[in-house]
């Protein structure tokens, strides 16, 4: 893989992991539109593990409270910490079973640029509504145990490419009421574990297949997303204190509409 390949994939997983756009379904079309080979899986999750990593510098002080809260001491704050740590583990527990069970039953069968035209094009759509009808009035202190299920529930679908984890999960925060930055900040909280668990498979196989050339491409792409990612939460987090999510809309549909455009009548 050349060093252009390897910023280019780093680059569009940077800026799109935490945004309602769908970084895997980005990752997927690269090789597509390029006619560069595909990537594979295990350099996917290096970019996402990479992104990992800005999440946990950005909200430190949230990983800081949850780490205090397990740690068992007493106090208002530390059972806060306490309580929101159980609320993401909660929320990852179903894609970790599902994701799991897709892994070892078809982990290649969902990489298609015809699928995720239609997710890119409908998730698109549920976001707008979600954004447009659901009440601003929910924190994530306000989170419980039920509400981060239903959110984890949710993410399920973003097995699927196209569809987003983040843009997924915000919108079933918004449906459920919750201020758009604050879903946005729960969304980046439940990725830390689920990010992990996928870093950490792909890290054994990396390992394990003994490539040193594949390892220093997941390094390399590891730091890289590291930087932009952290560019794009700050830019993300700012930008939804005076903005709906509409622009991310239009972005999925216009995306969702040319492809299918160009898959069925240009091709």
Same mark, same amino acid.
């Given at each position: 893989?050349?060093?252009?390949?390897?910023?280019?994939?780093? *680059?569009? =997983?940077?800026?799109?992991?935490? !945004?309602?756009?769908?970084?895997?379904?980005?990752?997927?079309?690269?090789?597509?539109?390029? @006619?560069? /080979?595909? =990537?594979?899986?295990?350099? %996917?999750?290096?970019?996402?593990?990479?992104?990992?990593?800005?999440?946990?510098?950005?909200?430190?002080?949230? *990983?800081?409270? #949850?780490?205090?809260?397990?740690?068992?001491?007493?106090?208002?704050?530390?059972?806060?910490?306490?309580?929101?740590?159980? =609320?993401?583990?909660?929320?990852?527990?179903?894609?970790?079973?599902?994701? @799991?069970?897709?892994?070892?039953?078809?982990?290649?069968?969902?990489?298609?640029?015809?699928?995720?035209?239609?997710?890119?094009?409908?998730?698109? $759509?549920? !976001?707008?509504?979600? %954004?447009?009808?659901?009440?601003?009035? #929910?924190?994530?202190?306000? #989170?419980?145990?039920?509400?981060?299920?239903?959110?984890?529930?949710? =993410? $399920?679908?973003?097995?699927? /490419?196209?569809?987003?984890?983040?843009?997924?999960? #915000?919108?079933?925060?918004?449906? !459920?009421?919750?201020?758009?930055?604050?879903?946005?900040?729960?969304?980046?909280?439940?990725?830390?574990?689920?990010?992990?668990?996928?870093?950490?498979?792909?890290?054994?196989?990396?390992?394990?297949?003994?490539?040193?050339?594949?390892?220093?491409?997941?390094?390399?792409?590891?730091?890289?997303?590291?930087?932009?990612?952290?560019?794009?939460?700050?830019?993300?987090?700012?930008?939804?204190?005076?903005?709906?999510?509409? /622009?991310?809309?239009?972005?999925?549909?216009?995306?969702?509409?040319?492809?299918?455009?160009?898959?069925?009548? !240009?091709?």
């Amino acid at each position: 893989m050349s060093l252009l390949h390897l910023v280019v994939l780093t *680059v569009i =997983q940077g800026i799109t992991e935490f !945004l309602p756009v769908s970084s895997s379904g980005h990752l997927v079309l690269v090789p597509v539109l390029s @006619g560069w /080979p595909d =990537q594979g899986l295990n350099l %996917d999750v290096a970019v996402h593990v990479g992104t990992l990593g800005s999440v946990l510098v950005y909200f430190w002080r949230d *990983v800081g409270r #949850m780490l205090s809260g397990l740690a068992g001491r007493r106090g208002p704050a530390r059972r806060a910490g306490r309580a929101l740590a159980g =609320q993401i583990v909660v929320s990852m527990l179903p894609v970790l079973v599902a994701g @799991g069970a897709l892994a070892f039953l078809a982990p290649e069968f969902f990489r298609n640029p015809e699928i995720i035209a239609w997710t890119m094009l409908g998730f698109g $759509i549920v !976001l707008y509504l979600a %954004d447009r009808f659901g009440m601003t009035v #929910m924190r994530v202190e306000h #989170m419980t145990v039920a509400k981060a299920l239903i959110i984890g529930l949710a =993410q $399920i679908l973003a097995l699927v /490419p196209g569809t987003s984890r983040s843009g997924i999960t #915000m919108s079933a925060a918004r449906f !459920l009421g919750f201020e758009r930055a604050e879903a946005a900040r729960f969304s980046m909280l439940m990725s830390i574990p689920v990010i992990a668990a996928a870093g950490a498979a792909a890290g054994y196989r990396v390992a394990g297949a003994g490539d040193p050339i594949l390892t220093a491409n997941a390094g390399i792409a590891v730091a890289l997303s590291f930087v932009t990612g952290l560019v794009s939460i700050a830019a993300l987090m700012r930008l939804l204190r005076s903005v709906s999510f509409t /622009p991310f809309v239009l972005y999925r549909v216009a995306l969702g509409v040319g492809l299918l455009i160009w898959l069925y009548a !240009l091709r």
